[in-house]
T-cell receptor
């Protein structure tokens, strides 16, 4: 079945450091891919998405490119801020026709001033 | 902006009590979901609905039940709460996709349930 494998955390970075959180997926067909962010005490918020191969999703300085050849959707940001501290989830839309979404296990990011 | 609302935000209740977690959305979305989020952050789908009078069990076995009598409302009920039900419960909704373009999930802020 469809699955998402996400880099384990926690990831601790200094402010202005470069961020990469790895995400790879397994799916038949062509899923849409998403990154969500969860701040403490809140639900998940959509950060960015990509719906077909080679699409680049971007938002708030974060980027991720849908790479079908490597089945990857890595999240990157050139310069992180303390306010980026949160949990990040990679997800895909199931290709089984059930309208379900498959989530990775989440990566906690802590940015130090 | 919160177009999907969950109440209560926090609930502490004793073992054996019946509880209902409320979820409402104002976006007219047909699909709605309940996730259980464990302390390790992982999300587990426990129920979902394709529309009114449609409900399905998710991937994680749950002793809860759901109903979908109105498009905007998707409550989750526990008939007899137990300490093992202590968790965060997240409600979400999405539109039907247009072709291959799946729309993203919209999440509420969650209900943190503690059963003593």
């Amino acid at each position: 079945g469809d699955s998402v494998t996400q880099m384990e955390g926690p990831v601790t970075l200094s402010e202005e450091a470069f961020l990469t959180i790895n995400c790879t997926y397994t799916a038949t067909g062509y899923p849409s891919l998403f990154w969500y962010v969860q701040y403490p005490g809140e639900g998940l918020q959509l950060l960015l998405k990509a719906t077909k191969a080679d699409d680049k999703g971007s938002n708030k300085g974060f980027e991720a490119t849908y790479r079908k050849e490597t089945t990857s959707f890595h999240l990157e940001k050139g310069s992180v801020q303390v306010s980026d501290s949160a949990v990040y989830f990679c997800a895909l839309s199931s290709t089984s026709g059930t309208y379900k979404y498959i989530f990775g296990t989440g990566t906690r990011l802590k940015v130090l001033a | 902006e919160a177009d999907i609302y969950q109440t209560p935000r926090y609930l502490v209740i004793g073992t054996g009590k019946k509880i209902t977690l409320e979820c409402s959305q104002t976006m007219g979305h047909d699909k709605m979901y309940w996730y259980q989020q464990d302390p390790g952050m992982e999300l587990h789908l426990i129920h979902y609905s394709y529309g009114v009078n449609s409900t399905e069990k998710g991937d994680l076995s749950s002793e809860s039940t759901v109903s979908r009598i109105r498009t905007e409302h998707f409550p989750l009920t526990l008939e007899s709460a137990r300490p093992s039900h202590t968790s965060q419960y997240l409600c979400a909704s999405s539109e039907y996709p247009e072709g291959p373009r799946y729309s993203p999930l919209h999440f509420g802020n969650g209900t943190r349930l503690t059963v003593t």
